[in-house]
Structure formats: C-alpha cells, structure tokens
C-alpha cells in the first residue's frame, strides 16, 4: 500500500505526520504545487519585526484545540509556545468600529444590564427576547438570519456580523448557521430557544478529567490561556512539521503541481503538470476542494461540481510596523462591522498581543466577498497599502508614516460555509463512499478554517484511511 498526500499546507503537513505516526516506514509521497511548504502560513521578519501574513493566533479551548496541543507538546515545542492568558488586555478589549468611533465589547456579566454604544438598549435586552421568539423550523440558514430572529437586528448587526467577518473573512448574510454555529441553532430546534438548549446543555456537560489531557492542555487550562502563538510565528508550527517528516524520509515533491486524477481498480494515477505521473494506492487531498474538483472534473464530473460548490474569497493582509508607540486602546484589535461599509474588515494590533517594545505592529485586513467590489479584479498593492494608511488615520488618528509594511493578496484564501454546507458536505462524502473512492479529505474547505480545525481534519481523514 502506498499514500499520496495532495497539498503541502498545514493540513498536508498534519496528515503526513498522522500517517508516519499511525504506520511507520509507510510509502508516502507529499506533493506540493509550490516551491514551498506551509500555505497559508507565513510569518516574515522584516528588521526584526514578525509579519504574520496567515494565521496569527491559535484558539486553546474545545476538542480540536487540545488535539493541536498535543501535537505541539509532541513536537517538541512546548517551550516555544506564547500564550496570552485571560486578564491580559488582547483577551479583555476586543472591539468594533461603528459611528465613527471604537467601541469595547462587554466582557463581563455586568457589562450586559449597561447600555454601551452602539446598541440602543443593554445587551440582556436583545439576549432575552430569545426566550419569546418563536421557533422556525428551517434546515438551515444564514447566520444573519437566524441572529436576527433571535436577537434582533442590532445584535446581528453590529456583534455577529463583525464576528463572521474575522472569523472567516466572511458575510454574515450568507454563511451557513447550521454549520458554523451548529449548537446554537439546534439548540433552538430542539427546545425552542437558544437558553433552553444552554441550561441543558451545562448540565449533560462533561469535565474532562486531568489523564485525557496532554501536560500543555493542562497548562492552558490552568493559566486561563485565551489565545497563543509560537516564538517565531505560526510558521514555526509548519516548519516543525515539515523537519518531522523530512527526518522520517518522505518524499516530498515541490513545484508539483496535480492536474488531474484518474481511479483504477487497484490504484489512483495523479498526472501533474509537465507530464509526470504519480501512481499510488490512495490519496489524502489536503488541497483547496475547488482545486481537486478541477482534478476530478474529467472522470467523476458529479463529485467536481459539487466540491467546486465551496467557494473562497480573497483577503488583502497589509502589515505595518511604526517605530513609536501609538496605540490608545491597547487591545486585540478591532472589526468593522459591514453595515459601516468601510474598505477594510479589521485590524489586529499585533504589539499588544505580543509586545515589541517601543514598536507598534498592526495588521490590516480587507476584501472577503467584498475584495472584488472595493479593489477591482486587477488589485493593485499600492491601492490596498494606501487603504490601509487611510483607515488608520481615521479610526485611530495615526498620521505616522510606517517604518516597514508588507502588503499580500491572498487569492482564494478562506473557503466560505455559505448556507446548506453541510448537505454539500454529506453528499461530498456519500458520493466518495458509494463510488468506494480510496479518497479522504482534509484541509480547510471542509470542517472549520481554524488551524485547530485543519489539524484535527488531517487527523480524522488518517483515521478513516487505516480503519
Ligand atoms: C489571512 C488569514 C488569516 C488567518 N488567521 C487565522 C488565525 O489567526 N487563527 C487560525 O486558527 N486560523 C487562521 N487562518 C486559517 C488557517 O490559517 C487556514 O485555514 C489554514 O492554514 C489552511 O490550511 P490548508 O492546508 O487547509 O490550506 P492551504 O494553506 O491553502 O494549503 C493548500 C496547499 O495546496 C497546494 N495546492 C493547491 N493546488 C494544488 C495542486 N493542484 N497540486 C498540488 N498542490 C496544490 C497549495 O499551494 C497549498 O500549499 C487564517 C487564514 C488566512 C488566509
């Protein structure tokens, strides 16, 4: 038996090392269409500042959180790893960009019987009309939509929205609830209200005990992490990754970039581009679905369509170092809500988060379903920087010049769970099983855009390839 891994990301990388670990000495090739390893991830340092372009901070709570700490833990990279803990001001201020001015998001009970700009009233006044809004029984619906019923419309305007946009640089009116906020919304159609289903739920809620966690998912327990990242960036992640499994002598192929993928009795032949073929017995896809529908468009045109079904949006990351310091409101950063329509979706404030002495570090994002209409279909980096610059000055009146900045357009970066994913989803996986396709899928496009969520994807598609 011998494995193909499709897509050197994180989520290839994390399937690779599952596969080592679960059959050593297993056949295994890598393929990666680029001249590196990583994907998303990078982290630059640009005169001994750190630029993350991809993924900034990683979430230490929930299932797939503690299965990255573990892996971490095994990595060796323990004493590498940087958390922020809960009463740090990053964890305390997140914040949101309305009416021309920033506004701090309650963050304790308290904060909720007070009415706080922009909301009209407190906030318990839209969380307890949850306890009186009827129930609709729908399969699935945008998270806008379901907030809105719920909640009402300043809820969903001006706390779900902005949250949508930084989670997956998506729009609230579009993304799927039954997917993203499963629990919530079969809270509601299981006992009618989002509250009900809560106060049963904390009551059926298991406490995991000391022995099922790893030492540094204990530690995060016990020192309230909030959120962490690695000396060195989140790259540092990658890179170890790929050190494990070069050591374990995989072969790796850059520059290969697959085209297409033809199924056989007894094997799979991956042609890629410039002619070279690839034979193997199966294939882990940790590529984007869009890619691999293109791949599979040819012999299985059915199982193409419907992969190519999740779509991605672009984002424009614009990272600035300033050599003062110039941040009022220390704080994790703030969102814009969409309803302000102004060209960017947030800002992180890097040097907060993780201090750079007399520096300040921020990074910009812009674009998602929006990236076309504000920066055309040829963007032009000078246009985003220049963005970028402008919206600082307004939402927090820096008129500094930047030191160093770095702009990157990530084409099709965040595959979006637009309403009706999970049926997408299922018929994906019912189609691969009925066909007896020897095909498991990993990676972003699938189950979460978290680096938590990809690892563990590349953890499960390992267990169903051996079992
Ligand atoms: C700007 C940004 C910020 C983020 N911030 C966070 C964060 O703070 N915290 C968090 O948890 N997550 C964050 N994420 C999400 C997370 O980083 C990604 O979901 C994750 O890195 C995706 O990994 P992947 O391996 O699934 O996909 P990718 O990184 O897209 O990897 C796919 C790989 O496949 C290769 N490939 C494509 N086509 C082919 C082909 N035909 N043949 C061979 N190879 C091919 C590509 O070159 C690429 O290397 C962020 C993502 C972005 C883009």
Not at 9 to 33: D, K, M, V, W
Not at 256 to 275: A, P, R, T
Request: glycine share 6%; hydrophobic share 40%.
């Amino acid at each position: 038996m011998s494995s193909v891994v499709l897509g050197g990301g994180l989520a290839g990388l994390s399937a690779a090392y599952y596969l080592i670990r679960c059959i050593p000495n297993h056949p295994l090739t890598l393929i990666e269409a680029s001249h590196r390893l990583g994907g998303w991830i990078k982290s630059n340092t640009l005169d001994d500042i750190l630029f993350e372009q991809g993924p900034r901070t990683i979430r230490p709570h929930g299932i797939s959180a503690r299965n990255t700490l573990a892996l971490i833990e095994n990595l060796g990279l323990t004493d590498v790893v940087i958390p922020i803990n809960s009463s740090h001001p990053a964890a305390k201020n997140r914040m949101i960009y309305a009416n021309e001015k920033l506004h701090l998001l309650p963050t304790s009970i308290k904060s909720l019987f007070k009415k706080q700009d922009p909301f009209s009233k407190p906030l318990i006044w839209f969380l307890l009309n949850d306890l009186i809004a009827p129930r609709k029984n729908v399969k699935d619906e945008s998270i806008y939509d379901f907030v809105n019923r719920r909640f009402g419309k300043e809820f969903a305007d001006y706390l779900i929205s902005p949250l949508i946009c930084g989670i997956c640089a998506g729009n609230a009116k579009e993304i799927s609830v039954n997917f993203l906020m499963k629990n919530l919304f079969e809270y509601e159609q299981k006992y009618g209200s989002i509250f009900r289903g809560l106060t049963r739920s904390v009551f059926s809620r298991k406490i995991l005990q000391k022995s099922e966690l790893s030492q540094l998912a204990l530690r995060a327990r016990k020192e309230k992490w909030s959120v962490y990242s690695l000396r060195g960036g989140i790259e540092t992640l990658a890179k170890s990754l790929e050190s494990h499994i070069r050591k374990n002598n995989i072969n790796i192929e850059l520059d290969s970039e697959c085209e297409e993928i033809e199924f056989f009795s007894d094997n799979v032949i991956l042609q890629m581009k410039g002619g070279k073929n690839i034979s193997a017995t199966n294939v882990i896809s940790a590529l984007p679905s869009a890619k691999l529908g293109i791949a599979l468009q040819k012999q299985y045109p059915e199982l193409s369509e419907l992969l190519q079904k999740i779509k991605s949006v672009t984002v424009g990351v614009v990272n600035l170092h300033y050599n003062k310091k110039l941040i009022k409101n220390e704080g994790f950063g703030y969102l814009v809500p969409p309803k302000e329509k102004l060209p960017i979706l947030g800002v992180t404030f890097d040097s907060c988060c993780f201090p750079r002495g007399e520096n300040t570090v921020l990074t910009v994002m812009m674009g998602g379903p929006w990236f076309e209409e504000l920066f055309g279909s040829d963007p032009n980096e000078e246009v985003l920087l220049k963005t970028a610059t402008d919206q600082l000055k307004t939402t927090l009146g820096i008129v500094d010049e930047p030191v160093n900045s770095k702009v990157n357009i990530l084409k099709n970066c965040i595959p979006q769970y637009t309403v009706g994913h999970n049926e997408n989803l299922e018929n994906i996986n019912n189609y691969i099983h009925k066909h007896n396709l020897p095909l498991f899928l990993c990676g972003a496009s699938y189950y979460g855009v978290g680096v938590n969520d990809v690892i563990l994807s590349s953890k499960n598609a390992v267990d169903k390839l051996i079992h």
